[in-house]
């Protein structure tokens, strides 16, 4: 039987229909990691299971029961569904030890003493037994984050929700949360997961629902999904995670902005941070310092193409320009050349008439 069986749902609001159709089941034990595009409806799927939205139409049952039916008791339903938001949603006047047993204690009405011994039990799970008498605003965002999942473990919950339970952390932070989430998935908890950290989805999921057009437009495994999806969109979305296309069609270039591109992509994909500084080195050394002066208008637009391939590890940036034949490595600048040499395990020219330049970088 499913513990969660989602039958037609659709949600409308004013101007907007992000839920169409969606049908899904949810088994014991499921981590289910919910990924697709920005606006199409991956928080409001959450939202409508615990009922912070009302669904337009359709039905949602949890353990048999019609969370949808409007004799039915929510408040009861909502015990058996942990929520996770990516604001935390902390008590600021109450210490951490009181955010954890609040609602243990007031809700499933276990005596405080149960309850401070459990949540101190909790808090040591996530690593924060010594903040127990601390205040939400003197922990950091990735500690907040990991007591809000204590504070949902802590009323038993037979599924927990996450709602990009890591958006608003610094990325030296994300780590820290996702490896208690991670713990949980070991212990067989049950979790449905908004995300957009796609290997963090991939490594912790048993299967994936990826939402486009109004609904689950494919659900598979990671595996599937992630390396052999079947539908179009899929492939275009997975294919435009592992890939960042930069163009530079002007000598007045943001540089800044190029770099910084360089970094997110980097991030959204987990690259160590070593390899993400090399990819922003080689990308100043040899486009700036080096083909941009040397081609000049000629040499525009000049295309960098930076693919990531997470079976091995490594990047590959693949550099296209125009003009006469020109390698930076044996025709620029010296110390660039030692540079990028350091920084890359590869790098290849190739000219061709009619094609121009190619320069091929391998980073890893």
């Not at 770099?259 to 500084?277: A, K, T, W």
């Not at 310092?289 to 091995?312: F, H, K, S």
């Not at 620029?332 to 050349?337: H, L, R, T």
Request: hydrophobic share 40%; proline share 5%; net charge negative.
């Amino acid at each position: 039987m499913s513990l969660i069986k989602i039958e037609h749902l659709r949600k409308e609001f004013p101007n907007v229909t992000p839920l169409a159709d969606v049908n899904a089941e949810i088994h014991k034990g499921d981590v289910i990691a919910v990924i697709g595009p920005s606006g199409t409806g991956k928080s409001t799927l959450l939202r409508c299971l615990n009922q912070l939205e009302e669904p337009t139409s359709g039905r949602v049952t949890i353990d048999g029961e019609d969370v949808t039916d409007p004799k039915c008791d929510i408040s009861r339903l909502r015990r058996k569904m942990g929520m996770v938001f990516q604001s935390f949603n902390l008590f600021a006047n109450l210490t951490i030890l009181e955010n954890v047993t609040d609602a243990p204690v007031h809700l499933l009405k276990i005596p405080k003493a149960q309850a401070k011994q459990e949540g101190m039990e909790l808090l040591r799970r996530v690593g924060l037994a010594e903040k127990a008498q601390n205040f939400p605003d003197e922990l950091s965002g990735g500690q907040k984050q990991r007591v809000a999942i204590a504070r949902a473990i802590a009323m038993k919950p037979e599924i927990i929700l996450f709602d990009e339970p890591t958006s608003a952390l610094d990325p030296t932070m994300i780590g820290e949360v996702e490896a208690v989430i991670r713990s949980l998935a070991k212990d067989g908890m049950t979790m449905m997961i908004v995300t957009h950290e796609m290997k963090f989805a991939r490594d912790v999921s048993t299967r994936v629902f990826y939402m486009d057009e109004g609904g689950i437009y494919e659900e598979g495994t990671p595996e599937q999904i992630f390396e052999h999806p079947q539908k179009e969109k899929t492939r275009i979305f997975i294919k435009r995670l592992r890939q960042l296309t930069l163009e530079v069609g002007s000598p007045d270039m943001d540089l800044v902005g190029f770099v910084s591109q360089i970094e997110n992509f980097g991030r959204q994909n987990l690259l160590p941070p070593r390899m993400i500084r090399s990819m922003q080195l080689g990308f100043e050394e040899l486009v700036v310092q080096n083909i941009l002066p040397a081609a000049g208008q000629n040499g525009l637009p000049i295309r960098i193409v930076t693919e990531y391939a997470e079976m091995d590890g490594t990047a590959v940036m693949t550099i296209t320009y125009g003009g006469k034949s020109y390698d930076p490595q044996t025709e620029g600048d010296e110390i660039s050349a030692m540079i990028v040499q350091k920084l890359a395990k590869s790098v290849s020219h190739r000219f061709a008439e009619g094609e121009g330049n190619t320069l091929t970088v391998k980073f890893g």
